[in-house]
């Protein structure tokens, strides 16, 4: 079975930080990629997909994220975060149509 | 998010008792999934459905079970309520054969098992 592996369970920045958050699975296959963002008594938004072709994906708020297929990792990075961005991020990974989460990044903001 | 509601969105029920929560869709998307949210495990696969009356299981379906009669209902029905079924269910839809491959998600059910 795949799982998915997300590197650090709580981060905190100051707002205008750079961030990055890092995925890795473990299946070998042919995988679409998918970060989420779950903002506090919300339920999940896609910030970001990939299935194939440019490895950069860019997705909503300024987020973006690489595929880097011969390490199995797509980390999300934004250039400059804001206090709204403060929430749980999920990367998840998808085989065989179903979809298999990380145990998520919890992402504190400090204005 | 439009075209998918869960029901009920929140639940207090006591242990032993049967529950069942409702996942309904208007998009017409072949793919249903039930998950459930818990601190440090992320969201975790219950039980899924490619089709009417076409289900399987998940990673952590023991105690659960799930039906779908209909295209738009998926339900998921804790036979008897455990504490450990403490949680936040999520329900999925997704239609990957029209090249819409996504996931959306429901607002989500806090069912709490006392």
């Known amino acids: 079975a795949q799982s998915v592996s997300q590197h650090n369970h709580h981060v905190i920045l100051s707002e205008a930080a750079s961030l990055e958050l890092g995925c890795n699975y473990s299946?070998?296959?042919?995988?679409?990629l998918f970060w989420y963002v779950q903002y506090p008594g919300q339920h999940l938004q896609l910030l970001l997909k990939?299935?194939?072709?440019?490895?950069l994906v860019k997705g909503i708020k300024g987020f973006e994220a690489e595929f880097i297929k011969s390490k199995f990792s797509f980390n999300l990075r934004k250039p400059s975060v804001q206090w709204s961005d403060t929430a749980e991020y999920f990367c998840a990974v998808t085989n065989d149509y179903k979809l298999s989460f990380g145990a998520g990044t919890t992402v504190t903001v400090r204005a | 998010d439009a075209g998918i509601t869960q029901s009920p969105r929140h639940k207090v029920t006591e242990t032993g008792t049967p529950v069942t929560l409702r996942c309904h869709q208007t998009?017409?998307?072949?793919?249903m999934y039930w998950y459930r949210q818990d601190p440090g495990h992320g969201l975790r696969l219950i039980h899924y459905s490619y089709g009417v009356k076409d289900t399987d299981k998940g990673e952590v379906s023991d105690g659960y079970s799930v039906s779908r009669s209909k295209t738009e209902d998926f339900l998921l029905t804790l036979e008897s309520a455990t504490s450990s079924q403490t949680s936040v269910y999520f329900c999925?839809?997704?239609?990957?054969?029209?090249?819409?491959?996504?996931?959306?998600f429901g607002s989500g059910t806090r069912l709490t098992v006392v």
């Open positions: 999925a839809i997704s239609e990957p054969e029209t090249g819409v491959y996504g996931y959306t």
């Open positions: 299946y070998g296959g042919t995988v679409n």
């Open positions: 990939y299935f194939s072709g440019d490895p």
């Open positions: 998009e017409n998307h072949r793919y």
